[in-house]
């Protein structure tokens, strides 16, 4: 098995893993970015009661709407992520051998080479996995319709049930065919790539991100090769690495992520023609000129912590499946090679 289908299987278990420890997260933070109006009283909500407003209103269901998609995209984005980002690495740490062969360098890759091989993977991964991420945000955003009442809120009777259409007396469920037939009838194929632009620009996010992990990671493997109980870094301290680079991708680049939930969001074609974008610039001045600077930065705390800590998750677990796989097939190779007749 290569190095690269290692950490593309790893990085998918992570961040399958990270996804379903901080989903409810994500689904309040896609409707704080998506949400319009700036209303007081939405403002004095933190996450944990927006996160019981929707329990609340909408069932427990809610908070993992789009679950199902997501955890296929997160799979699918991680495993291309990390298995573009192997491969275009070693081209990378091959290339400066030979010019540490030539004379120049230290033979190791530097900071620059680091965030080209990330950005150069984030973009193969953004346009193969972005019609997943726009069925996601579809589904996160949409409200769940509640059961009709009566004047006064008294649940229907049995008869009021039986006048009624039954569409409205039970709302049909929006599950993921629905999210893909709503977004086709309302901009056909090309809608699967809604917010590519300011995604495949976003893919500085995780470029700034992994250039410090690794920047942070060799620092701290370096200090470590010093010492003679010859102790390596441990899965806590990965975690806190992760957690680290993560803070500091996201603080920089959170009014895209906010921009790319906007056109992915369901655009309501008969509303207030502010919240209608034709696109991303569009979408910029359009808000810029109604909601102001607060407007890209909308669920920023949120964020914080959902990305965090799944980054956090992700690293970890990714380290440790990488560390247990390539132990195990290294302990089959000296197996076999045990086993040959002498």
């Not at 290569?2 to 893993?17: E, H, K, P, Q, V």
């Not at 008294?154 to 039970?170: F, K, Q, R, S, Y």
């Not at 800590?309 to 195990?328: D, H, I, P, T, Y």
Request: hydrophobic share 40%; glycine share 10%; with cysteine.
């Amino acid at each position: 098995m290569s190095d690269a289908l290692i950490n593309g299987l790893a990085g998918a278990g992570g961040g399958i893993i990270a996804q379903l420890i901080t989903y409810p997260l994500q689904t309040v933070n896609t409707r704080q970015q998506t949400e319009r109006d700036v209303k007081k009283e939405k403002r004095k909500l933190g996450t944990f009661q927006q996160m019981c407003q929707v329990v609340k209103h909408e069932g427990w269901d809610r908070l993992y709407g789009g679950l199902g998609p997501s955890l296929v995209g997160t799979a699918a984005s991680q495993g291309v992520y990390y298995y573009f980002y192997q491969i275009f690495r070693n081209k990378a740490e091959v290339a400066s051998l030979e010019r540490m062969k030539a004379g120049i360098g230290d033979g190791s890759v530097g900071m620059l080479s680091s965030l080209l091989v990330a950005a150069v993977s984030g973009c193969v991964n953004v346009l193969l996995t972005n019609p997943i991420w726009v069925v996601v945000t579809r589904m996160q955003t949409h409200k769940k319709v509640s059961k009709p009442s009566l004047p006064g809120g008294a649940p229907l009777t049995p008869l009021d049930e039986t006048i009624l259409p039954t569409a409205v007396v039970n709302p049909p469920s929006y599950g993921t065919t629905h999210a893909i037939q709503e977004l086709y009838e309302e901009a056909g194929i090309k809608g699967f790539w809604k917010g590519v632009i300011p995604t495949l620009i976003m893919v500085s996010n995780p470029s700034i991100q992994y250039m410090l992990y690794e920047t942070l990671l060799n620092k701290l493997k370096k200090r470590r090769a010093l010492r003679k109980d010859g102790s390596g870094v441990t899965a806590l301290e990965i975690f806190f690495l992760g957690a680290l680079a993560k803070l500091g991708a996201t603080v920089v680049t959170y009014p895209l992520l906010v921009v790319k939930a906007r056109l992915q969001a369901k655009q309501v074609v008969a509303g207030d023609k502010r919240h209608q974008y034709k696109g991303t610039f569009d979408a910029i001045l359009k808000m810029i000129r109604y909601e102001g600077l607060y407007g890209f930065y909308k669920g920023m705390g949120t964020k914080i912590v959902q990305s965090v800590l799944a980054a956090a998750v992700l690293f970890m677990v990714k380290e440790e499946l990488v560390r247990s796989a390539r132990f195990l097939l290294t302990k089959g190779s000296v197996g076999r090679i045990k086993s040959k007749p002498q």
